[in-house]
């Protein structure tokens, strides 16, 4: 196990392994990182949102907009594996100043240009690709980061604490980025430059276990089998391979979900209940978040799996009968309640049989498969809803969850870490 940074000299080493260990809480670097992160990703949430309002009001073209979304998901998922190639070549605390000041660069560029007068769909383009791949590269270094800086015996419950930050942030942050706008366009986009620049400080501060360059002499071509090697070594371990597809799967279908609840409540009348949706859905994430540390306790893998996957499968047929706007977004609130505990579990057990030296690429893997997902699921989910209908929609969702529900239960992969632990799935 790795030590907390500035723990664990070989003169007291035996002195540091009967001592019993600080919360979370009061871990510094933890602290700092989760706080950087927090800026980060509220920052990203409200010009996430913010980003189709200017597009819409400078061209009035709703395919314009659309394609500075997809313009930050696109380069987010195109640079996840080389993000994670990187990260695992250099030092992490480096990558993650180097994404912040970048991001912070952009976005401040971008807020002079809109101050100005002057800001063109190719400047809002380049500005959100920017976003994104700074994005994978924050995202990867953090990951691959955390072990570093919490003991083993918590890893979970900062996974945990982790889940309900992001959780947290796509609650506050449209709403806040909504704010913003409507008081002045630049507001959005200069208030995360300056989020980032106070996420870049608090960074300078975090103190981090000795790392070497891990980069060699070959450049782009050793990056690129770097990348390889990640891949097949994801691929060649059963059990990730099992919950990353598990996973990837899920978050598809949800997130399919979420864009037809809020079809559905424009639909009915209830346009004025969307905001709430995402809010009833948030909050469950974030009390599920809460209830993690001591859900994992009582739940195995196989548990935690099989119950959110089988209570999806029996909730979601919901939104088929009942009302669409509130009732939708307490349901879909209810589905995601047991999300974190098993988020918690599984990605604290591929942080744990993942070599130090592989956590970046196994990071952007996973990154560039629940973009992917995030991407392909509204797509599905509003092409059904607009030439099947609603009933079509909900019970083919319905049929792919009781897919991933079976997979779940049958996985001897799943059940063999859930019977042997963690030492256990080392075999896998």
Known sequence: MTERAG??????????????LRPLSRNRAYNLLWSSNVLSQLGSQATLFAYPLLVLA???????????EFAVAASRMAAGLPAGALTDRMPRKRVLLVSEIARALALGALAVAIATGWAPLALILAVAVVEGVATALFSAADQALLPQVVPRSQLSSAVARNTARYHVATIVGPGLGGVLYNVARVLPFGAQAVTSLAAFGTLLFLRTPEERERSTPDGAQGLWRST?????????NRLLRVTVGLTMGFNAVFSGLLLVAIGLAQQDGAGSQV????????AGGVLGALAAPRL????????AVTLLTWGATVLVPLLAVLPAGYVHGAVLGCVVFLAPTASAIITTHQMLITPDEMRGRLAGAIGVSLGAA????????????????ATVTVL?????????????????????????????????
């Open 7 to 20: 723990a664990g000299t070989a003169r007291d080493s035996g002195r540091t392994a009967e001592a019993p």
């Open 58 to 68: 400078m061209t009035g073209s709703v395919f314009q907009a659309s394609l500075v």
């Open 228 to 236: 390889v090697t990640g891949l097949r070594w994801l691929c060649a």
């Open 275 to 282: 905001g709430a949706i995402g809010a009833l859905t948030g």
């Open 296 to 303: 994992r306790l009582r739940l195995s893998t196989y548990s």
């Open 374 to 389: 995030s991407a392909l699921g509204p797509v599905a989910g509003g092409a059904l809803l607009e030439f099947s209908g």
């Open 396 to 428: 083919a969702a319905t049929a792919v969850l009781a897919l991933l529900a079976l997979r779940a239960t049958v996985s001897g992969a799943i059940r063999a870490h859930s019977d042997g632990g963690a030492g256990g799935a080392q075999g896998e």
